[in-house]
C-alpha cells in the first residue's frame, strides 16, 4: 500500500474515536530476541513469541537458501474469535507484493512480444492516454513498471471508489463501521479493468481529473501508483486479449503449481481466508478492489513458497519455469538512473521489484494485512512472510514497521545458523 494511502488514511482518521488499543499498547514489549544457534525449533518459538508480543494476530512464513526451501511455517490466529491457527494452507491478502507477480507478468508479455519496454502505451491501447498536466508526455511500458510515469493516485477517488465489502458481509461491525466512515466503503461486486480504469482515463469519465497526473516528464520523476499498476494489468490484458488474471494464471501460477492462489476475489475460498485485523480487538469484513492488479493477489504460504523459490533461482540464473533466463534477469535489473527512487525508499527498480541493501524486494500493506518479500541480489537466500496485521492505518504504521524488523532479525538469525 503506498505512502498516500496512510496519509489519507491519518487525515480521515483523526476527526474519529477508534474502538482501539492506546499507542502503548500497539508497540513491542518484551520482544523475543534471535538465538546464536536459531534452528527451525527455535525460530518456530521465537515468531510465536513475537505474537504474544506484538500486536501481529498471525503470520506465515517461508525461508528459501541455496536453492532450497528450508522453513516454511505459520503461526499465531488465522480467526481470534474462533481460535483459528494460521497455517499452511491459511489463504491470506498479500497486498503489494501482488506487483511483484505484475512483473512476471509484464516479463512474459515481453517474451511474447506483445510490446517491448520502450513501446509508448498509447500503442497498445484502445484510448489515448494524456497526461493533463504534460499533455505532450510519451508515457512508455518502461515508465509503468518503475513508477516513473507521472500517473498518480487520486487521493480523492482511490480508497472510496476502488475498495468495496464482499456481498455477504456483516458490514455493521466495529470494523466495517470504521471502514464505511473513515473511507467510504461499500458493498459491491468487482467490475472490469477497462470499466474501472475507464472512468479515470477516459474524457467523459466520472474519475477523469488532473490530479490523477504529476507535473513530470516520463522517467524523470518517481511516484509509486497503484492506478499506473493497474494501467500496466489492463495493457497485458488487452495485448494477450485475455482478462489479466487468467494471464496470470496461466503463465506465471499454473507452472508453478500455485493453485489455491488469485488475484480474482471471487475464486478465493473465503472459508480458508485469515480474518484482516485493525487490531486484535476490531477485525475487518472481507473486502475486494475494482484495481486488481495492484493488490489483489491471495495465496497459502505453500503457494508462496513456490513463488519464493523460484524467484530466487531466477535471480541465481537456475530457472526457466516461467520464461527464459534473459527474462529472470530482466525483472531484477535495475531501470532508471541513479537518485531518480527516494533514498529513503529504495536504491533503483527493476520490474515492479526494487533495489535496497542488496537485496530486491517488495512490502505490502492492505487493510488489515501486510506482508514483506525480500531476495538477495545473488539469490543465495530469501523469504516471504504474509500476516493479518494492520499496517496501513497511521497509527499502525509503527507497530508494523517494528514487527518487521524483529520477523527479519528472526530469519536473519535463521539463515546464518543454518
Known amino acids: 500500500m503506498t505512502t498516500l494511502f496512510k496519509i489519507i488514511a491519518l487525515l480521515l482518521l483523526n476527526a474519529m474515536v477508534l474502538t482501539s488499543c492506546s499507542s502503548d499498547d500497539n508497540g513491542l514489549a518484551m520482544v523475543p530476541e534471535p538465538t546464536d544457534n536459531m ?3 527455535a525460530l518456530t518459538s521465537y515468531f510465536e513469541d513475537l505474537t504474544q508480543t506484538s500486536p501481529l494476530p498471525g503470520m506465515a512464513i517461508s525461508i528459501v537458501k541455496d536453492g532450497e526451501l528450508v522453513y516454511q511455517n505459520a503461526v499465531g490466529l488465522a480467526h481470534i474469535a474462533d481460535n483459528e491457527a494460521y497455517t499452511n494452507q491459511t489463504i ?7 506487483k511483484t507477480f505484475v512483473g512476471a507478468a509484464v516479463a512474459k508479455a515481453l517474451e511474447q512480444e506483445l510490446f517491448t519496454l520502450e513501446t509508448p502505451i498509447n500503442e497498445v491501447l484502445p484510448i489515448d492516454i494524456v497526461n493533463l498536466k ?5 508515457i512508455k511500458i518502461k515508465h509503468l513498471i518503475t513508477h516513473t510515469s507521472g500517473i498518480v493516485d487520486n487521493l480523492e477517488y482511490y480508497l472510496p471508489m476502488n475498495y468495496f465489502f464482499l456481498p455477504g458481509q456483516n458490514i455493521n461491525t466495529p470494523g466495517g463501521t470504521l471502514l464505511q466512515e473513515a473511507i467510504g466503503i461499500e458493498s459491491g461486486t468487482p467490475v472490469s479493468l477497462a470499466d474501472y480504469l475507464g472512468e479515470y482515463f477516459l474524457t467523459d469519465g466520472d474519475l477523469y481529473s488532473a490530479n490523477s497526473y504529476i507535473d513530470a516528464a516520463p522517467g524523470s520523476t518517481w511516484a509509486y501508483s497503484n492506478t499506473a499498476t493497474d494501467l500496466m494489468g489492463y495493457i497485458i490484458e488487452y495485448t494477450s486479449g485475455v482478462s489479466f488474471d487468467d494471464y496470470v494464471t496461466t503463465y506465471i501460477l499454473n507452472p508453478l503449481q500455485m493453485h489455491t492462489s488469485s488475484f480474482n476475489i471471487l475464486e478465493v475460498d473465503l472459508n480458508r481466508m485469515a480474518t484482516p485485523y485493525f487490531n486484535k480487538e476490531t477485525a475487518f469484513p472481507f473486502y ?3 484495481g486488481c492488479p495492484e493488490g489483489s493477489m491471495h495465496a497459502t504460504n505453500e503457494d508462496l513458497g513456490k513463488y519464493l523459490l523460484d524467484m530466487t533461482k531466477g535471480i541465481a ?3 526457466t519455469t516461467l520464461f527464459d533466463a534473459s527474462y529472470y534477469q530482466l525483472l531484477f535489473t535495475p531501470q532508471l538512473a541513479n537518485a531518480i527512487v527516494p533514498q529513503e525508499f529504495a536504491e533503483n527498480h527493476g520490474l515492479f521489484w526494487y533495489l535496497n541493501k ?3 524486494m517488495h512490502g505490502g500493506n492492505d487493510l488489515g494485512f501486510s506482508s514483506h518479500m525480500e531476495i538477495a541480489a545473488d539469490g543465495s537466500y530469501g523469504f516471504i512472510v504474509a500476516t493479518n496485521m494492520d499496517g496501513t492505518f497511521y497509527e499502525n504504521e509503527t507497530s508494523w514497521e517494528q514487527t518487521k524488523q524483529k520477523i527479519k532479525e528472526g530469519v536473519e538469525a535463521f539463515i546464518a545458523s543454518n
Not at 491470506?92 to 501482488?98: K, V
Not at 504534460?134 to 510519451?138: F, I, K, W
Open 39 to 41: 534452528t527451525a525449533t
Open 92 to 98: 491470506t491478502g498479500i497486498a503489494s507484493i501482488s
Open 134 to 138: 504534460r499533455p505532450d508526455a510519451e
Open 288 to 290: 475486494g478492489n475494482h
Open 317 to 319: 540464473g537456475t530457472s
Open 358 to 360: 542488496g537485496k530486491w
